[in-house]
């Protein structure tokens, strides 16, 4: 089955705990990206990768890293989370030329830092 | 912020009537999509229009596109319970590779 599959689906941490969520697609899209969903802001883009080695910041990029080493995984990594940094995270990945395609939605990863 | 704005922000109906919600924004476009979210899950595509189309429909969905009004909005016809979601614009600009969603409608048709 095509699909976008994030891990962990739900995560409580502390303040300065590092994290990584993971994305994975198995559809060989090229376009990945990583949003955030906050009440009333809508999804905000943090990253996108247009292919493998090539990253690039959205919006809201502070406080996230990401990489893309492989064509099909694109985790996204806080170095040193914050509470403001608690939202639902989603990532998603599209064809060649990503704009141009609609985008496939993870199942959503929502965090919690205390 | 590029962002666009969604209106109304939420929307109250009965099943069988019909419901528009509308999307502005800010630059000019490649294309415009609109998503639907079940409360708390992933968004799922329902229909992309491209900057020189000004209609397009899928199945109960309308969706037109303004770009001298930088605006579109999405008519659902004939509602139905399952259709109750939060729908959002997404807007694809016509330089650069980044993606902006709107701040979405939220939609309960009543049974």
């Known amino acids: 089955e095509a699909q976008v599959t994030q891990n962990p689906r739900y995560l409580i941490t502390v303040t300065g705990k590092k994290l990584t969520v993971t994305c994975s697609q198995n559809?060989?899209?090229?376009?990945m990206s990583w949003y955030r969903q906050d009440p009333g802001l809508g999804l905000r883009q943090i990253y996108y990768s247009m292919n493998v080695e090539v990253t690039d910041k959205g919006d809201v990029p502070e406080g996230y890293k990401v990489s893309r080493k492989e064509k099909r995984n694109f985790p996204l990594i806080l170095e040193s989370p914050s509470p403001n940094q608690t939202s639902l995270y989603f990532c998603?990945?599209?064809?060649?030329?990503?704009?141009?395609?609609?985008?496939?939605f993870g199942p959503g990863t929502r965090l919690t830092v205390l | 912020s590029q962002q666009g704005e969604e209106d109304p922000q939420a929307l109250s109906i009965q099943e069988g009537e019909n419901a528009t919600m509308n999307c502005s924004y800010k630059t000019s476009i490649n294309n415009l999509q609109w998503y639907r979210q079940n409360s708390g899950r992933g968004l799922v595509h329902l229909i992309l229009i491209r900057s020189n189309e000004r209609e397009k429909h899928s199945g109960r969905l309308r969706v037109t596109l303004d770009t001298s009004k930088k605006s579109s909005s999405l008519l659902i016809t004939a509602s139905r319970a399952a259709d109750t979601a939060s729908y959002f614009c997404?807007?694809?600009?016509?330089?650069?590779?980044?993606?902006?969603f709107g701040t979405g409608t939220s939609l309960t048709v009543i049974p």
């Open positions: 559809m060989n899209h090229e376009y």
């Open positions: 997404a807007t694809a600009p016509n330089t650069g590779n980044q993606f902006y």
């Open positions: 998603a990945s599209s064809p060649y030329r990503g704009l141009y395609n609609e985008q496939f």
